[in-house]
């Protein structure tokens, strides 16, 4: 079966994470503010913090831009479960802004009209969190000129999407955010396993989310309340959480980030390849990608516009009976069932539910060869055609 993404480790990642195992530090070491100062240096960023996931990276963002109970935060339907579940987790009211069914990514003028509507209503977001979908940036800066009219801030989900760039800025730079978020998880453009990162350019956020990653607990005297007891001495300042990064974790995201420029340029020859293929066939469109961006390609997305929730059911079986592991990015998140309990419904954004229903994702990984990506474009080609009406 050929995966639809899969990681990429060599000797190099393997003797790194080694080499920290037979070290003295196992949880969060050296090997950690290593890792986050080649980050910094590749997103041309002042601040990165790793912690252990994207979702808990996600989580403490919100928490350093104050998110609490009575705020409301906006995302794109169009992601994974946790670009929501952040805003739950710090007791604040989700909502969501409909796609632009042509990139994936929430559509700016479904922001602006929402954004207006909200303002007349008094529900104006505290933080709205585009997401990168597939490895594309979003529109940024049409983004930061609404953060600065409507004043909120701005979480960048850019977990498809680091390697990626946006008007010849590396994704990450937060030129146009207030913080922006990374996933290490193994099917994402590089791994620390499990491990994500915030990245800001400012030192107050920054030095939030490093108290809150771990338990909010500070061993520095400039943080604490009264002279230190000693050289044992820590306070706890305020509630944080055990979301930090181990230092084997960190050792692999190092040895990985060496090869990011690398594994992105890979993604963008097979998308390439795949692009020119399904332009030629009407009944498949590759997603748009803008001209001011450079996609990670984190995924590779095709739309089918004839085929119907049936067909296209019954299109991803068929490429699995085939040996190609086609999957769907991604089912709407309001109509998952913890939100349609929270009031949302079918019908709320009909872009992201027609996208839904004709999105296929392909198989896309820097070591996938020329003959399986040849392999992927005939069966998808003879499938679809079969089954479109
Ligand atoms: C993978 C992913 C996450 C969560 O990442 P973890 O590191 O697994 O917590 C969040 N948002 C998006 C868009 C993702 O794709």
């Known amino acids: 079966m050929i995966p639809y993404g899969r990681q990429s480790i060599d000797e190099n990642d393997i003797n790194a994470v080694v080499n920290t195992l037979k070290s003295s530090w196992l949880t969060q070491g050296p090997a950690v503010p290593t890792f986050e100062a080649a980050l910094t240096q590749y997103c041309d960023v002042k601040h990165a913090v790793a912690v252990n996931s994207a979702t808990s990276a996600l989580h403490l963002a919100c928490l350093a831009l104050g998110v609490q109970k009575n705020d409301i935060v906006w995302t794109s339907p169009n ?3 946790a670009s929501a579940n952040c805003a ?16 994936g990514n929430l559509s700016v003028h479904a922001l602006d009209a929402k954004l207006a509507k909200a303002k007349e209503l008094g529900t104006l977001p505290k933080v709205v969190i585009p997401v990168h979908f597939a490895g594309q940036s979003c529109d940024m800066k049409a983004i930061a000129s ?16 680091i390697g990626g760039k946006y008007c010849e800025q590396p994704v990450g730079s937060c030129q146009y955010s207030d913080i922006t978020v990374f996933s290490f998880h193994p099917v994402k453009i590089i791994t620390t396993m499990e491990g994500g990162a915030a990245l800001t350019n400012s030192s107050e956020l920054a030095r939030q989310i490093q108290l809150m990653r771990s338990h909010g607990v500070t061993a520095n005297q400039d943080e604490m309340t009264e002279e230190s007891h000693g050289p044992w001495y820590y306070q706890q300042v305020q509630l944080g959480f055990n979301y930090r990064m181990n230092d084997v974790e960190a050792a692999l995201g190092a040895s990985q980030l060496t090869k990011l420029t690398q594994f992105v340029e890979q993604r963008n020859e097979l998308a390439s390849f795949y692009n020119d293929a399904f332009r030629k066939q009407d009944k498949i469109t590759p997603l748009d990608v803008m001209t001011d961006c450079y996609s990670s390609y984190h995924l590779y997305v095709i739309k089918c516009t ?24 991604y089912i709407p998140i309001h109509l998952q069932p913890f939100y349609q309990n929270l009031g949302f419904k079918n019908g709320d954004y009909p872009n992201a539910e027609q996208y839904y229903k004709q999105a296929i994702t392909l198989p896309l990984y820097p070591s996938l060869s020329e003959e399986e990506a040849q392999y992927v474009v005939d069966t998808t080609v ?4 079969q089954l479109s009406n």
């Open 79 to 81: 992601s994974f479960v």
């Open 88 to 103: 739950i987790y710090c007791g604040a009211t989700i909502d969501f802004v409909d796609i632009d069914p042509n990139t």
């Open 146 to 161: 609404l953060a600065k009219k409507y004043n909120f801030y701005v979480i960048e989900d850019a977990s498809h999407a």
């Open 306 to 329: 004839s085929l119907n929730s049936d067909s296209h059911r019954a299109a991803i079986e068929t490429l699995r009976d085939k040996g190609i592991f086609a999957h769907v990015h």
């Open 382 to 385: 003879e499938v679809v055609s």
